[in-house]
């Protein structure tokens, strides 16, 4: 069984920082593109970035230069470090996994920016 277990969403003052994680099991994590999806209320779900098996990454454009992510292959874990949040940062924030035809999503958290 696939999972994908997101953490360390919550609620931070514009300006400041975050980390999530997305710990894997069921997949062989090594071989799977990552990528972090949100959501903010009334909006469709939008791409934040991506991290390839391959080593490559992509970013929206709206978050490039703030938000960074990394992986660990060995603990089957993708990071996104957010830093410089804004109010319009504010969203339920997703884990996805990606190989071929197979496509995995966690259960979300959600990040609210607000003073």
């Known amino acids: 069984q696939v999972q994908l277990v997101e953490s360390g969403g919550g609620l931070v003052q514009p300006g400041g920082s975050l980390r999530l994680s997305c710990v894997a099991s069921?997949?062989?994590?090594?071989?799977?593109?990552m990528g972090w999806y949100r959501q903010a209320p009334g909006k469709q779900r939008e791409l934040v970035t991506t991290?390839?098996?391959?080593?490559?990454?992509k970013y929206a454009d709206s978050v490039k230069g703030r938000f960074t992510i990394s992986r660990d292959n060995n603990k089957n874990t993708v990071f996104l470090q957010m830093n410089s949040l804004k109010p319009e940062d504010t969203a339920v924030y997703y884990c996805?996994?990606?190989?071929?035809?197979?496509?995995?999503w966690g259960q979300g958290t959600q990040i609210t920016v607000s003073s």
């Open positions: 991290f390839t098996s391959s080593g490559s990454t």
């Open positions: 069921g997949i062989i994590f090594r071989l799977y593109s």
């Open positions: 996805n996994a990606v190989l071929d035809f197979k496509n995995y």
